[in-house]
């Protein structure tokens, strides 16, 4: 689905080049519910994980990371077993569908124009269809310093 003209407008160029796919947004709403339905959520806010509560979880204050530390995280979580990223910024709006690779060189405006909190979610093709895997995520925060948590690959 090409739908540049819902794009945000930073994002457009990249949808219209076809880097970004927009998916449909019941898909972005299905995976908030799973998370707000298997993960425990702060008691404060009621919106972000409580990654102290999730088993091999991993979190990294972002201020001042340099970009090959950033790569380095994203690739120690499940995240990266998959080759497509799905960015999810609300309930309301399409998931950016993109490969691994630009989602790690555009990370920086990736979380440029997402609100406190968002999430980027493990992708994979069937057919013309996304499947996404709803515990191959991360979620970005944006609460006195910029964090960037999920969960660790298992050796």
Known sequence: MNHSEFAH????????????????????????DHISNHYPLTPITNDSIDWTR??????????????SSID?????TTLSRHSLTGAIYSREQYCYVMSLNFFITEFDLLVSIMPHIGFFVGIS????????????????ELDEGMFLSGKKILK
């Open 9 to 32: 407008p930073r994002l457009r160029k990249f949808v219209i080049s076809g880097e970004i796919d927009l998916d449909d947004k019941k898909n972005c709403k299905s995976f908030l």
């Open 54 to 67: 999730v088993k091999n979880s991993t979190s990294v204050n972002m201020d001042g990371l340099s970009e």
């Open 72 to 76: 380095h995280f994203i690739q120690s």
């Open 125 to 140: 093709k069937k057919g013309k269809n996304y499947q996404y895997h709803y515990d191959d995520f991360l979620e970005w």
